[in-house]
Each structure stands twice: as C-alpha cells, then as structure tokens.
C-alpha cells in the first residue's frame, strides 16, 4: 500500500508490481501513512494524513 500526495491510497500486488483496483479516496490532503492489518478475521488498513484524519479502510470492500 501506498499513499500519496494526491490523497489516495493504493493497493499493490506486490507479486506482479500493479495496482489492484482503483485508488481508495477520502483523504482531503496528502496520505503520510498507512499501516495494514486484520481485526475481526478482515484485512484492515488504516491511513494518516496531512488533514489531520485517520481512517480505517476495509480492503475486502475498498470502503
């Protein structure tokens, strides 16, 4: 995953180096960080920002 100045989020499949699905968004400013887990048996990620959020993704549905 990486996040970027364009306030998105990208998941990558490190295997092959392409991104899978579309960017998440959300953020208002730049994405700084982004940490990925798993609560409750689902893949988390959760991401900081210049806009002085974070926010917890689900990666099962990109929401």
């Known amino acids: 995953m990486t996040g ?3 306030k998105t ?3 990558w ?3 092959t180096g392409r991104q899978l ?3 998440l968004t959300g953020h ?3 994405v700084t960080a982004v940490a990925v ?4 048996g689902r893949t988390i990620a959760v991401s900081g920002s210049r806009d002085t ?3 917890r993704w689900d990666l099962g549905t990109a929401q």
Request: glycine share 14%; net charge negative; aromatic share 0%.
């Open 9 to 11: 989020i990208g998941v």
């Open 4 to 6: 970027s100045s364009d």
């Open 13 to 15: 499949d490190l295997a």
């Open 53 to 55: 959020t974070l926010r």
């Open 28 to 30: 208002t400013d730049t």
């Open 37 to 40: 887990g798993t609560l409750s």
């Open 21 to 23: 699905g579309k960017p």
